[in-house]
């Protein structure tokens, strides 16, 4: 739910708020820029590569369910620590 004139959101969840902030748009949009840092696939015997495949399926049996844009991931090591790539930034 977006507030009109405020710009405050809420998410809710069985009547309870699980989520607030605001939304706004910036100054200078050309200048907003995420930082993101990118790790290099580590080549360790230990960890398995979990394709886009099993990531959602994993993410489906624990009661979270992303379909279409929201499915960027492409594969994961079994850490958790190193995504290998995504959809969108490759």
Known sequence: ???????NFEVVEGGAAVVSGTVQLPDKVSQERASLKFF?????????????QDIYKELR????????????LVSLDSSGECLV???FFS
Do not use: A, W
């Open 1 to 7: 739910m977006v507030h009109k004139g405020t710009g």
């Open 40 to 52: 290099e696939p580590q080549t360790n015997d230990n960890l398995l590569e979990l394709s886009s």
């Open 61 to 72: 049996l624990r009661g979270f369910n992303y379909y279409g844009d929201f499915c960027g």
């Open 85 to 87: 790539r995504n959809r």
